[in-house]
């Protein structure tokens, strides 16, 4: 039989189940298992009921002497049934082993797209208008407080998966989309970002004595660049003893498994929760902050105070593609949310971070690079100084190393950990002296 047909007479099947109300489980009678209930929470995504309609539909095709060709992107006929009818359609895949490495996917219109090797791919299965109204209707399940005739949704999957809806009147007729984002942070130490080419191996020593300075780091770039995956490398230095607060966005950064021993509070605030919490963090005794995105000025008004209360070991990323104006476009964000004078506001910026990395994802590739490093701080004479001391050379793909250390970034060093910044400052005169090229 077609497959369509197969999926219809299963759905048909438990249809009637479901009418015919709860059913005993096993010989012994056991707990009453409710159609309902069960329908609805594997549609949900909990995995014991998911796991449990696969075993009641591949026994209703057993039954049935049901057989059809699957689709190739369904991993078994009870799963392509299941998908097809209650779960993710054609988006299942993409949960799947073959792109846990995936970080996005997204459904435009009957489209269906998935990130592969740093490129999104259009996908040979497609969800029809029909389909994609019940798969909006499934994830919102989840979020009773999202009504559906909202014309946008940001909801959150048993996973972790963010998923944001355009429909209605801020999509194109028939182009309504769904993107789906989830954070996937691997374990990685500076040598592992090396042998993936983030970082050149020779550089390695270098931040390794750069993260034990506790100099004050910003990690910016494009969306998909890197920057939190480094941030989360950079923290795995940290002295696991040491008491730390991180605050996200969203939960992206898992530092209860990366760094499981170590007392670190993690909070998830934005906007207006973030700005009712921030004398209680300016208060906190905590030995560092991390904000893994600060995405208003709200976020970067909090990261300035912090720091000028003299906090060390702190941690941001930041969306630019100009790292060379991170202090001004701080700066504009906190004037807009806080008021104060521009001028004013950039040098205390300036005074707060240490070091800002750039970080880019090539285009051909889709490879991940630190594309800059500079200097932070304010000048003798007032304004900002931005020093560079590395730059990537993508023709050569190559990194050329600048010895300038300022003398604030000196006294700092030499107070936190004189011996770490030493062997810091002898491995980036000896990165420059070697050809200024590695």
């Not at 792109?99 to 998935?114: L, N, P, T």
């Amino acid at each position: 039989m077609k497959f369509t047909e197969m999926c219809e007479r299963v759905s048909a099947k438990m249809l009637s189940e479901l009418n015919a109300g709860p059913q005993p489980q096993g010989s012994e009678a056991g707990p009453a298992l409710d159609p309902i209930e069960l329908q609805k929470r594997s549609i949900m995504g909990y995995e014991p009921e998911v796991a449990l309609m696969k075993k009641r539909i591949a026994e209703i095709m057993a039954q049935e002497d049901m057989a059809a060709e699957i689709p190739p992107w369904y991993s078994s006929p009870d799963d392509a049934v299941f998908h097809e009818n209650w779960g993710l359609a054609g988006m299942s895949e993409w949960f799947g082993p073959k792109y846990a490495d995936s970080s996005s996917a997204k459904i435009i219109g009957e489209r269906v797209y998935f990130l592969d090797n740093g490129a999104m791919k259009l996908m040979p299965q497609r969800i029809p208008d029909e389909r994609r109204e019940q798969l909006v209707r499934a994830l919102l399940l989840r979020s009773p407080d999202e009504r559906l005739d909202r014309d946008r949704h940001e909801v959150y999957m048993s996973d972790g998966t963010r998923v944001t809806i355009f429909r209605g009147g801020l999509a194109k007729k028939g182009l309504d989309s769904i993107v789906f984002r989830r954070y996937i942070i691997p374990n990685l130490s500076f040598g592992g970002q090396a042998e993936r080419g983030t970082i050149p191996d020779c550089a390695v020593p270098l931040f390794e004595h750069m993260a034990a300075c506790g100099f004050n780091v910003v990690f910016c770039g494009s969306v998909r660049s890197a920057k939190t995956t480094f941030l989360s490398t950079w923290q795995r230095y940290e002295d696991p003893a040491l008491e730390g607060v991180m605050v996200e966005t969203d939960p992206e950064i898992p530092l209860h498994r990366l760094m499981p021993d170590s007392p670190i509070i993690q909070l998830i605030a934005d906007g207006d929760s973030l700005a009712n919490i921030s004398k209680s963090l300016m208060r906190s005794d905590a030995d560092y902050f991390i904000l893994a995105e600060a995405r208003d000025g709200v976020a970067l008004d909090t990261a300035v105070r912090l720091a000028r209360k003299g906090t060390r070991r702190m941690k941001m990323t930041f969306h630019t593609r100009d790292p060379k104006a991170f202090a001004r476009d701080a700066a504009v964000e906190i004037v807009r949310a806080k008021g104060g004078d521009i001028g004013e506001t950039m040098l205390m910026v300036a005074g707060s971070f240490d070091y800002v990395f750039h970080f880019s994802s090539m285009r051909k590739d889709g490879r991940k690079k630190l594309t800059a490093i500079y200097e932070m701080s304010v000048a003798d004479g007032g304004g900002v100084c931005m020093r560079e001391i590395c730059r990537y050379n993508m023709n050569a793909d190559a990194w050329r190393w600048t010895h300038n250390i300022g003398q604030d970034k000196r006294d700092a060093g030499m107070e936190e950990d004189a011996d770490a910044f030493t062997a810091f400052d002898l491995c980036l005169k000896s990165l420059h002296d070697k050809g200024r090229l590695s």
